[in-house]
């Protein structure tokens, strides 16, 4: 195996809001590694300093990053544009893809010049908002953000102060995004393929932060009770998603779906890599281990970097 000619680095930790998640990406990724006898480095990011950042990855002597860093410094390009400038070849998206999938409102933007269905929106830059003319239930959430943070189902006028409030803690910007009622579906993307579809039911009003990764509250069915059609038009939304976004190698695209409609929610670049975490999940429904999921990305850095336009050096 080639893998075992090369030094990896599995960068975890970050700044934003969703370290802990992504330490716990970070160790089983490390873990898996480990088992098979990868060289493999275990690298903690606990800064944004670009400069910072470089001298650490640099100490660590690597070939491959892998990138499980969520958030803000992880899924935002940043991270990816510093390891193009050392050069070395990591896992994922590129610096633009990774930005886009970031921002709601940009992505939302690519999915409507793609003809995918997306819940219609309004921006507000700070506190300053209008509440009249808004059509109750509607989803107020930050523009930057992951892992459902600052994100709130309001059914009336008396909830959205408290909901903006709660979104600005996340972002200088908030979204009100038509709430869709509906299935919540999610597909992972794995190698420019759609994985069974995970259908979701949270034990709230919705997925968020607790019922993602609190035992027990939410039940998950995969691969989801569509009929053949309906489900193929699903997976052929998320992949368009995917793509409409320049993503590559892998993500996970968040869909609801009323009245036989995908409406795509979001991309993730970076989905979770932890125990709990879907795209595993749906990986596994699909035949695939995690092992080989960690493999299948690793391969495809790989591959980049000893393409001909990296002039032989390691590149992203």
């Known amino acids: 195996m080639e893998l075992k000619k090369v030094k990896v680095g599995v960068l975890a930790g970050g ?18 590694l480990l088992t098979k006898n ?13 400069q910072k950042v470089k001298e650490v990855v640099k100490a660590a002597e690597i070939d491959i990053a892998f990138i499980a860093l969520h958030g803000v410094f992880g899924e935002d390009g ?8 050392i050069p070395i070849a990591y896992t ?24 995918i269905l997306t819940p219609a929106y309004h921006l507000f830059s700070g506190s300053n908002y209008r509440c009249r003319n808004i059509n109750y239930p509607v989803v107020v959430k930050p523009r930057f953000s992951g892992s459902s943070f600052g994100v709130s189902i309001v059914t009336d006028r008396e909830e959205i102060k408290q909901a903006f409030k709660q979104a600005l ?19 992972g993307i794995l190698a420019e393929k759609p994985l069974a579809i995970v259908e979701i039911i949270p034990k709230g009003e919705y997925f968020d932060f607790q019922n993602k990764y609190i035992k027990g509250n939410s039940k998950f069915v995969v691969p989801a009770k569509l009929e053949k059609g309906l489900s193929e038009r699903v997976r052929k939304t998320a ?20 009245d036989g409609k995908p409406y795509v929610l979001e991309v993730n670049s970076i989905p979770g890599l932890t125990r709990k975490s879907l795209l595993p999940l749906a990986a596994s ?5 995690f092992s080989q999921l960690i493999d299948l990305l690793l391969e495809k850095a ?3 970097a000893k393409a001909p336009n990296c002039g032989g050096s390691y590149y992203g």
């Open 15 to 32: 700044v934003s809001e969703e370290r802990d998640i992504s330490l716990l990406s970070g160790e089983q990724v490390f873990q898996a």
């Open 38 to 50: 990868i060289k493999t480095k275990f690298i903690k990011i606990d800064s944004s300093d670009k």
């Open 78 to 85: 940043k991270i990816q544009a510093i390891l193009e400038e």
């Open 92 to 115: 994922g998206s590129g610096p633009e893809a990774s930005f886009l999938a970031m921002d709601k409102v940009a992505a939302k933007e690519k999915f409507k010049q793609a003809g």
């Open 169 to 187: 803690g996340f972002s200088k910007t908030v979204i009100i995004e038509d709430y869709i009622e509906g299935r919540e579906l999610t597909v």
């Open 239 to 258: 992949l368009a998603a995917h793509r409409a976004l320049g993503c590559r190698d892998f993500s996970r695209v968040d869909l609801k779906l009323k």
């Open 285 to 289: 429904a699909s035949g695939i281990d």
């Open 302 to 304: 790989l591959a980049r």
